[in-house]
């Protein structure tokens, strides 16, 4: 199967392991992955700033790259939802668009939900705390969210839980913002802040010993704010985990 890979520009400036950890899983399940080398960021920094004009030629510009691949897999639950949730503003009625929302996936929901994955060989013998990224439960339902009636379920948890030694921290709120939201955690630092703080404390009552996420914008923030707080939690993106990655020194 044909995958075109979209890489956030965050990950790919800061965090190239994530994009490189989300190859190996896909390759590990036969997927043929393609990286178009003309991507740009989807445009969703300037959009929650209210820049429309100049969000629209970067949602284009994904149109154009992406369009001809059968599916497209993002490490990323917020720049999925910008694609599926928010570039209707920009590309309703354009030929390709409604494709386009109903082949770009996260990489956990690709996994469970397109390759129908039920288990992934590893060994990771750590308590591991999920963080789940507003994006990713709220837009992409990758998990219950506490507000709603119905079957609870993780779809981050489906696929870590298979790992050997591999052991999970509960949370009080498990389903809380960490306070990162982009440009709020700029405009309204304090705020930001403490709400990240919250959410690491959360984790460390629960014992948690690595911090996962979908999200690597999340994990950015709460990484910060750990070490700022010398605190010694170490962060890892789920498709590092999933690749067999060792956890980072702390």
């Known amino acids: 199967m044909r995958i075109g890979l979209f890489i956030p520009c965050y990950v790919d400036q800061f965090y190239p392991d994530v994009g490189l950890a989300t190859v190996e899983v896909m390759q590990q399940h036969g997927m043929e ?46 720049c999925v939802a910008m694609v ?11 030929p390709g668009f409604e494709e ?5 996936y996260e990489l956990c929901e690709f996994l469970t939900d397109v390759l129908k994955v039920e ?6 013998p750590r308590r591991v705390g999920i963080h789940q990224s507003c994006h990713a439960l709220r837009h992409l339902r990758l998990a219950s969210s506490s507000e709603r009636v119905g079957p609870t379920y993780s779809k981050m948890r489906q696929l870590l839980q298979a790992l050997e ?21 700029i405009n309204e630092e304090a705020v930001s802040c403490s709400m990240g ?22 994990l950015m923030h709460l ?28």
């Open 223 to 250: 990484s910060g704010l750990l070490r700022r707080q010398h605190i010694p939690l170490p962060v890892m993106h789920i498709a590092q985990i999933l690749a067999g990655r060792q956890v980072p020194a702390q």
């Open 119 to 124: 288990r992934i060989e590893g060994h990771f």
């Open 33 to 78: 992955i393609e990286f178009p080398r003309q991507q740009t960021c989807c445009g969703q920094p300037m959009a929650n700033t209210g820049c429309r004009e100049e969000t629209r030629p970067l949602a284009f510009k994904f149109l154009e790259t992406f369009k001809d691949y059968p599916y497209i897999v993002c490490p990323s639950g917020s």
């Open 84 to 94: 599926r949730d928010h570039y209707h503003d920009y590309l309703a009625g354009q």
């Open 165 to 185: 030694g591999i052991s999970f921290s509960e949370l009080e709120r498990p389903d809380e913002c960490c306070g990162f939201g982009g440009t709020f955690a």
């Open 100 to 104: 386009l929302c109903q082949k770009t």
């Open 197 to 218: 703080l919250d959410r690491i404390a959360d984790h460390r009552r629960a014992g948690t010993e690595v911090l996962t996420a979908p999200d690597m914008s999340c």
